[in-house]
């Protein structure tokens, strides 16, 4: 009896041995457990708790879900964020957060997103100059840009017409809004007719683009030729004070119109120049101006017609005047960059005394006086008409830089003719830039 008991006994415990060996074998043999049985004793040396292993199994088995659900493993559940990790309080593993970014590619989502704002008002036979103007800045720039076109009822539709004629290629790099001329304040016909059709309206920019934070203005006579980016980088220098910048007037006090003539307050020694204008139109919408008028500060909307009304028998150049003397009082706010960001003919012909462009070219180049229409300075009409005739999606070098470097040879008689190196060093460089960029690179990335 004794004997039959132990054999009993000795059959049991064999079975049990038995069965615990086959289950143990099976788990070993399952690749998911196999993983998470792996990754603790990787991870041994952080000592998870037990509410940790507890998550990071049911996250090995939340990846790899059982065959036949029909959910694809590169494909997440529908309605699931990604990229989104809560910190419970536990420690996070190292080795598991780079295991989960393993061929996750990098989100581009900011840089895509950063979108930088251009304004111009068009008005009367401005449509061209406009359209060039805006191709310049898709020529070279980086970031995809934003405009927004003030426009007479009239020249929205063509613009709407012409701006769908360009290349899907050209017109992925940029939105646009187009917007009728207003006057938030006073006569609307009076603020049209200050010195130039319109030109008033970028007064108005900070009252009536309420969602946009930062702005380039500029007049319809103007063409980057470096990257937009690149004046748009400045906003970053502002000061805590600063809320716009601009270019001085003229850089020799004893030949500029502010210094002789101004019957005005203007900013500093030979006033401002408002053709290229940075703003960040937050700050305009949240600061009080001081002023002559009453000794508390004014907001930006509530200073505009008075000060109008104060100065407008003894202002020349309209809206420019005015932010010249809204900046006399408060030049604490205002950012100055250097003349080659608006390079206008008065830089040449009186001889050359932009030293900025002199050392680094031109940046932005400002064609008033309606140089660009006729020949009385054939050297800024060069670069306009080369810019206007480029054809898209040609060779920059072979369709834009040569033409310009050959015509310019016809301008070496007059004095903003004789310095090409001055019009050409910053477009030539740009364009090596977007060549390298779109060429060279695009080469290697298939070697």
Same mark, same amino acid.
């Given at each position: 009896?004794?004997?039959?008991?132990?054999?009993?006994?000795?059959?049991?415990?064999?079975?049990?041995?038995?069965?615990?060996?086959?289950?143990?074998?099976?788990?070993?043999?399952?690749?998911?457990?196999?993983?998470?049985?792996?990754?603790?004793?990787?991870?041994?040396?952080?000592?998870?708790?037990?509410?940790?292993?507890?998550?990071?199994?049911?996250? +090995? !088995?939340?990846?790899?879900?059982?065959?036949? &659900?029909?959910?694809?493993? =590169? @494909?997440? $559940? /529908?309605?699931?964020?990604?990229?989104?990790?809560?910190?419970?309080?536990?420690?996070?593993?190292?080795?598991?957060?780079?295991?989960?970014?393993?061929?996750?590619?990098?989100?581009?989502?900011?840089?895509?997103?950063?979108?930088?704002?251009?304004?111009?008002?068009?008005?009367?036979?401005?449509?061209?100059?406009?359209?060039?103007?805006?191709?310049?800045?898709?020529?070279?720039?980086?970031?995809?840009? +934003? !405009?927004?076109?003030?426009?007479?009822?009239? &020249?929205?539709?063509?613009? =709407? @017409?012409? $701006? /769908?004629?360009?290349?899907?290629?050209?017109?992925?790099?940029?939105?646009?809004?187009?917007?009728?001329?207003?006057?938030?304040?006073?006569?609307?016909?009076?603020?049209?007719?200050?010195?130039?059709?319109?030109?008033?309206?970028?007064?108005?920019?900070?009252?009536?683009?309420?969602?946009?934070?930062?702005?380039?203005?500029?007049?319809?006579?103007?063409?980057?030729?470096?990257?937009?980016?690149?004046?748009?980088?400045?906003?970053?220098?502002?000061?805590?004070?600063?809320?716009?910048?601009?270019?001085?007037?003229?850089?020799?006090?004893?030949?500029?119109?502010?210094?002789?003539?101004?019957?005005?307050?203007?900013?500093?020694?030979?006033?401002?120049?408002?053709?290229?204008?940075?703003?960040?139109?937050?700050?305009?919408?949240?600061?009080?101006?001081?002023?002559?008028?009453?000794?508390?500060?004014?907001?930006?909307?509530?200073?505009?017609?008075?000060?109008?009304?104060?100065?407008?028998?003894?202002?020349?150049?309209?809206?420019?005047?005015?932010?010249?003397?809204?900046?006399?009082?408060?030049?604490?706010?205002?950012?100055?960059?250097?003349?080659?960001?608006?390079?206008?003919?008065?830089?040449?012909?009186?001889?050359?005394?932009?030293?900025?462009?002199?050392?680094?070219?031109?940046?932005?180049?400002?064609?008033?006086?309606?140089?660009?229409?006729?020949?009385?300075?054939?050297?800024?009409?060069?670069?306009?008409?080369?810019?206007?005739?480029?054809?898209?999606?040609?060779?920059?070098?072979?369709?834009?830089?040569?033409?310009?470097?050959?015509?310019?040879?016809?301008?070496?008689?007059?004095?903003?003719?004789?310095?090409?190196?001055?019009?050409?060093?910053?477009?030539?460089?740009?364009?090596?830039?977007?060549?390298?960029?779109?060429?060279?690179?695009?080469?290697?990335?298939?070697?």
């Amino acid at each position: 009896m004794r004997i039959h008991c132990k054999v009993v006994v000795i059959a049991v415990c064999f079975g049990v041995f038995l069965l615990l060996y086959f289950l143990g074998g099976n788990a070993a043999d399952d690749p998911l457990l196999k993983e998470v049985v792996e990754e603790e004793e990787e991870d041994s040396n952080s000592s998870p708790s037990s509410s940790e292993l507890g998550r990071d199994v049911a996250a +090995k !088995f939340a990846r790899k879900p059982p065959a036949g &659900l029909g959910v694809r493993p =590169e @494909e997440p $559940l /529908k309605g699931r964020k990604e990229g989104k990790t809560i910190n419970r309080g536990a420690s996070v593993n190292a080795k598991s957060k780079l295991r989960n970014n393993v061929g996750r590619p990098v989100s581009r989502r900011s840089q895509a997103e950063e979108v930088m704002h251009l304004a111009v008002v068009a008005c009367g036979n401005r449509l061209d100059e406009t359209l060039t103007l805006i191709k310049s800045a898709l020529l070279f720039s980086l970031k995809k840009i +934003k !405009f927004h076109i003030f426009a007479e009822d009239p &020249l929205a539709p063509q613009f =709407e @017409e012409r $701006l /769908k004629q360009w290349p899907r290629s050209i017109s992925a790099k940029f939105q646009y809004s187009i917007y009728p001329i207003t006057f938030s304040v006073g006569n609307a016909d009076e603020w049209k007719k200050l010195f130039k059709p319109c030109a008033a309206q970028r007064l108005f920019l900070p009252v009536i683009l309420k969602d946009v934070d930062s702005l380039l203005y500029v007049d319809t006579d103007v063409l980057f030729l470096r990257p937009m980016d690149d004046i748009w980088s400045l906003l970053k220098s502002f000061n805590s004070t600063q809320l716009a910048a601009m270019a001085p007037e003229h850089e020799v006090p004893k030949i500029g119109w502010y210094s002789r003539f101004a019957r005005h307050p203007f900013y500093g020694v030979t006033g401002v120049n408002s053709g290229v204008m940075l703003m960040n139109l937050t700050r305009i919408r949240h600061t009080m101006f001081k002023n002559s008028m009453i000794p508390s500060g004014l907001s930006w909307e509530d200073l505009l017609h008075p000060l109008y009304q104060k100065y407008k028998n003894h202002i020349t150049w309209g809206d420019q005047d005015l932010l010249n003397i809204i900046f006399h009082y408060n030049p604490e706010c205002l950012f100055i960059f250097p003349c080659q960001w608006n390079y206008r003919p008065d830089h040449c012909m009186y001889g050359s005394n932009c030293k900025g462009a002199e050392e680094e070219g031109v940046s932005i180049l400002h064609g008033n006086r309606g140089v660009y229409h006729d020949d009385k300075q054939p050297a800024f009409k060069v670069v306009y008409d080369a810019i206007r005739d480029f054809p898209f999606e040609d060779n920059m070098f072979q369709s834009l830089f040569y033409p310009i470097q050959t015509k310019f040879l016809d301008t070496v008689n007059t004095l903003c003719g004789r310095i090409p190196q001055v019009f050409l060093k910053q477009v030539e460089k740009t364009m090596r830039k977007v060549y390298e960029d779109k060429v060279v690179h695009h080469v290697r990335s298939h070697k």
